[in-house]
């Protein structure tokens, strides 16, 4: 299955998102800097990477096979 960064994972939308595609199988890491989420919304089990996407190094962006962005700001 496919590695799936998801940026902006634990806000309310990309909470829903992280939880489907983890029981769909894909390997999910989320990509949250906490600026409108908090990190009571951790589902159990899941990886994450406390940045900004911003913030990724080459390294960590070639991780994943594909990117899903569901960050957003006011």
């Not at 989420?37 to 594909?66: A, R």
């Amino acid at each position: 299955m496919k590695s799936l960064g998801i940026v902006g994972g634990f806000g309310f939308i990309g909470t829903n998102c992280t939880l489907r595609l983890k029981e769909a199988g894909y390997n999910v890491t989320v990509i949250d800097n906490f600026s409108f989420s908090d990190k009571k919304n951790i589902p159990l089990n899941v990886k994450y990477i406390e940045k900004g996407y911003e913030n990724l190094t080459e390294h960590e962006l070639n991780f994943f096979d594909e990117i899903v962005f569901v960050a957003c700001s006011n």
